[in-house]
């Protein structure tokens, strides 16, 4: 019963039955180019919203960004008169879940509201409304929509606001899991069933990486909770990118290895910024000397006329054992965007890495004292400092990747 819904020029609601009684109403967001105002996607995302329909009670769970909130109110009125809707509840209270709230109590003032308290707060001073009904969740609550229909509470602070829960539809089997095991693009498809879960998988450790990264200790303890629960769901469903069906398993397995800041010892990660070539072509030629020893390198270059994305970067440098990070000094300092690139793959990805670092200067240097106190702030390995006066040569780069391949 697939339907669509046009919103805008880049933007359009999909609507299809999951299984009896539950149905996933999900935006496609092509327009969007940087998540977060902070995150470059060009391949898109999802916001996932779910209603559920018990026999005595209609449920929503969570909603949309809220420029697509009247294309969302319209698919919603396609399954359910929204003045039947009873409960609505808020697994997390981000705007791009939060944001047709009030347009949804502008229909119906009577749908009582399930949230954290902190989210209560959060959306009634975001939005300007008031929860009049509202019913603050707790760990284990179990919230009944008649006959068999059960609603199970689990809290999963920290992943990745304070706010989160996650819940389990009996005798459904669904874990609603918010944030977490979501991913970034927009799939042809609503469910992960035949598709390349290896190649989806680079959408969710971008995600990870990018928005989940900085609370990894909480992705262990909130996997660990889940297994509590195994044995009640077979599926997933998060509020961005596929429901999980067939690769629930997998998931959770890639969350415990990221969470755990596990890394692929044959895999490194390249980023540098150039200003004017040299440490281009050294940083280059680090990879290609790392490729030779069967590393799988991925290389990523700012420069005077491309750049690539720092989201790609941190998606890639969570998982790798090696990382290459070279920049020039500029006034006495890091070039300010590696500065920021290398802030980031501590606070996001840091796990120990080992990492050269590769930096030319033409006064005097700085880059690589800065560069190394910002890496091992967050425990990263700094095996060797290149920091030449000019052109950085092949011997030293040789030594450089030599020191940084010995475990």
Known sequence: MLKTYPCGHDGEVLVDKLRDNLYVLRVNDKGIRFFEALWEIPEGITYNSYLVTGPEKTMLLDTVKAGFADCFLEALESITDIGSISDLVVHHSEPDHSGAIPRLLERN????????PVARNIIEKTYGVKLNNYRPLRNGLRLELGGDYVLEFIATPWLHWPDTYMSI????????????????????QLSDRGVDFEKYAWFMKKYFAT???SYRDWVVKGTDKLEDYRNLFNTVAPLHGLVLEENVDRAIELYRFWGEKHTIATKATVVYVSMYGGVEKAARRAAEL???K???????GFNDSERALVSDVLGDAIDSSLLVVGAPTYEASVVPLMKYIAELLCDKTGAGQ?????????WGGAAGKRLEN???SCGMSVRYIVEKHGSIDED???????ALTIE
Do not use: C, M, N, Q
């Open 374 to 376: 910002i890496l091992k």
């Open 396 to 402: 030293e780069l040789v030594d450089a990747v030599e």
């Open 290 to 292: 790392l490729a030779s």
């Open 109 to 116: 003032e009577k749908i009582a509201v399930h949230s954290h």
């Open 354 to 362: 080992r990492v050269v670092i590769l930096t030319s200067y033409g």
């Open 294 to 300: 069967g590393y799988r390198v991925s290389v990523y």
């Open 211 to 213: 928005v989940i990264g």
């Open 169 to 188: 539809l009996e005798p459904l089997g669904v874990l609603f899991s918010g944030d977490v095991f979501g991913a970034y693009s927009v799939p042809s």
